[in-house]
């Protein structure tokens, strides 16, 4: 059964700490997705890639996040450095061009105090 | 630009009731819709989708007709279960893949 799984499930870190998230997308699926989930504004998209390339990251606030692909089995967001504001569940997606579904991971729920 | 607004949860029912979340959008031209599933602690899934108008998505009970004419997309389903709670997400395809959520509806059923 294949799956997206995300590392870490949970993470609590101190304000200017730099926190990294992993994605490993399911096998053979060429589109990644980033979500972050808030009680406040709900579902965002932060950024997301085609075949490891960016399409589009404007949802994500430049100056401290960055998304990359190195390889086509892992994505990484990362915050650098953290505020209490990033406070969130933070989603990864797959999915294969062409197809409009997307197949999201368990997320990783950061506590930034 | 392109919108999902859903009616605003929680919502709470008895096992064997129907029920009923609004979905209306707002887009240019006839995107595809989705509903989405959240249960606790889990991403979302892909509950149903249409691509077309008039078009009726349905999985697990449940279904959703695609209705050009008032922008909307609900989501229905005739006897609800316990194991139906859980947080419901409609959206939309703005293109390329990209997909415009609402807000979520959380469902509570009660036994």
């Known amino acids: 059964d294949a799956r997206v799984t995300q590392t870490p499930r949970h993470k609590v870190t101190e304000m200017g700490q730099e926190v990294t998230m992993r994605c490993q997308p399911i096998?053979?699926?060429?589109?990644v997705f980033w979500y972050r989930q808030t009680m406040m504004q709900g579902l965002e998209l932060l950024a997301y890639f085609r075949n490891r390339a960016p399409l589009d990251d404007s949802g994500m606030p430049k100056d401290r996040f960055s998304a990359e692909m190195p390889d086509a089995t892992l994505a990484t967001l990362k915050i650098q450095p953290s505020e209490p504001r990033d406070s969130a569940v933070y989603f990864c997606?797959?999915?294969?061009?062409?197809?409009?579904?997307?197949?999201f991971g368990p997320g990783t729920r950061l506590l930034v105090l | 630009g392109d919108s999902v607004t859903q009616m605003e949860g929680p919502v709470t029912l008895s096992e064997e009731a129907f029920l009923t979340i609004n979905c209306t959008y707002t887009a240019t031209g006839y995107p595809s819709l989705f509903w989405y599933v959240q249960y606790p602690g889990e991403g979302l899934q892909l509950l149903l989708k249409a691509t077309k108008a008039d078009d009726k998505g349905s999985n697990k009970g449940f279904e959703a007709t695609y209705r050009k004419e008032t922008t909307s997309f609900h989501l229905e389903k005739g006897s609800v279960q316990v194991s139906d709670s859980a947080v419901y997400f409609c959206?939309?395809?703005?293109?390329?893949?990209?997909?415009?959520f609402g807000q979520g509806t959380r469902l509570t059923i009660n036994p």
């Open positions: 959206a939309l395809d703005q293109g390329a893949q990209k997909l415009v």
């Open positions: 096998l053979g699926h060429n589109t």
């Open positions: 997606a797959s999915g294969m061009g062409g197809s409009e579904t997307q197949y």
